[in-house]
């Protein structure tokens, strides 16, 4: 049985026959191109997910902060967001929309803020605590 290819219209014999992850017939062509489309949406999903992760992580360091483990990781995950939306990136960033990009801006500048302000009042502690003696 031939099929035609859902990305191209291509006809295909049965052995050239490809499926997406949604069932939709293709051609190898096509399968590439949907495979790369698919791996930078997910890139373009880990940069949303950075700046999330900066903002809770950033937050909760200023409660709980092990080895400054959470001022590390709100930080790092926060530059990392906001370089992906720097010019260069647009590979990925284009991908996401204006409010995807906000949200990231917001969240992990907030996060990093956060992750911040719990090192200066540690700063302050080490102030008192050294300047008290
Ligand atoms: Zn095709």
């Given at each position: 049985m031939d099929a035609t290819c859902s990305g191209c219209g291509k006809t295909l014999i049965e052995s050239d026959i490809l499926y997406t992850a949604d069932a939709r017939v293709v051609c190898a062509a096509c399968n590439d191109k949907d495979d790369v489309a698919a791996t930078d949406k997910r890139a373009a999903n880990n940069i949303r997910t950075s700046a999330i992760t900066s903002l809770l992580v950033g937050l909760l360091s200023v409660f709980v902060n092990p080895i400054y483990a959470c001022t590390v990781i709100a930080i790092s995950a926060g530059a990392y967001a906001l370089k992906s939306l720097?010019?260069?990136?647009?590979?990925?960033?284009?991908?996401?929309?204006p409010g995807t990009k906000s949200l990231i801006w917001v969240c992990a500048c907030l996060g990093i803020a956060a992750a911040a302000f719990r090192l200066l009042i540690d700063f302050a502690i080490l102030k008192i605590v050294l300047f008290s003696r």
């Open positions: 720097l010019p260069g990136n647009e590979r990925f960033s284009d991908l996401l929309s």
